[in-house]
């Protein structure tokens, strides 16, 4: 069973940074194309960053130039740097993979900027 763990976020001012984690389990992850999603408060979750097998990347145009993802092979682990936030960068964040059918969701991490 899949099972995943996001971290590091809390609240900062507009222009301040956060780093998240999720560590993954029970699944072989350097197989998949794995993503962050922002689910800002009404809104539907959004894929905003994602890292691919080749460790190539792809943002959002929302987060482009500020966020940047990153995976870690070797420890089941992918990572998002978030620079110059926005207080539209508010939500809960989840990791998971790109496409449906997606693993169970984790309990997400809650980013909240303030202007």
């Known amino acids: 069973q899949v099972q995943l763990v996001e971290s590091g976020g809390g609240s900062v001012q507009a222009g301040g940074s956060l780093r998240l984690s999720c560590v993954m389990s029970?699944?072989?992850?350097?197989?998949?194309?794995v993503g962050w999603f922002q689910q800002a408060p009404g809104k539907e979750r959004e894929l905003v960053a994602t890292?691919?097998?080749?460790?190539?990347?792809n943002y959002a145009d929302s987060v482009k130039g500020r966020f940047t993802v990153s995976r870690d092979n070797e420890r089941n682990m992918a990572y998002l740097q978030m620079n110059s936030l926005r207080p539209e960068d508010t939500g809960v964040y989840f990791c998971?993979?790109?496409?449906?059918?997606?693993?169970?969701w984790g309990q997400g991490t809650q980013v909240t900027v303030s202007s």
């Open positions: 998971n993979k790109i496409r449906a059918p997606f693993w169970s």
């Open positions: 029970g699944v072989q992850f350097s197989n998949y194309a």
């Open positions: 890292v691919f097998m080749s460790e190539s990347t």
